[in-house]
């Protein structure tokens, strides 16, 4: 068990060496919060699926559906490799706090 678990951090850390070059990087891929996606966010995000790390500030619920699986290690990997893009959530507005155009209203 532990030669299978071994060797799928390791082709998920050569593969992702291979195309880290060619990958931008996206806030919410970006697990260890070093400013870029690289092979070291999927090798992070693998370790603490298997429970073998667990830093605290680093952000593994990369597609932010609420619980840290393997979809979020493929999602990691789709965006590493192009196939897919996670892009940052935008930030909502408060409804309480009036917009610029609610404010030419008011005058």
């Not at 799928?8 to 919060?33: E, K």
């Amino acid at each position: 068990m532990k030669k299978i678990i071994v060797s799928i951090i390791t082709v998920c850390f050569i593969l992702s060496s291979i195309v880290a070059v060619f990958a931008s990087a996206a806030p919410s891929a970006d697990v260890n919060r070093d400013n870029r996606s690289s092979a070291n966010d999927i090798l992070a995000l693998t370790q603490h699926i298997l429970g073998a790390n667990t830093v605290n500030n680093y952000k593994y619920d990369v597609n932010d559906d609420g619980v840290v699986d393997s979809t979020d290690l493929v999602a990691l990997q789709n965006h590493i490799l192009g196939i897919s893009i996670i892009e940052e959530e935008a930030a909502e507005e408060d409804p309480f706090e009036p917009g610029i155009e609610d404010a030419e209203d008011e005058l």
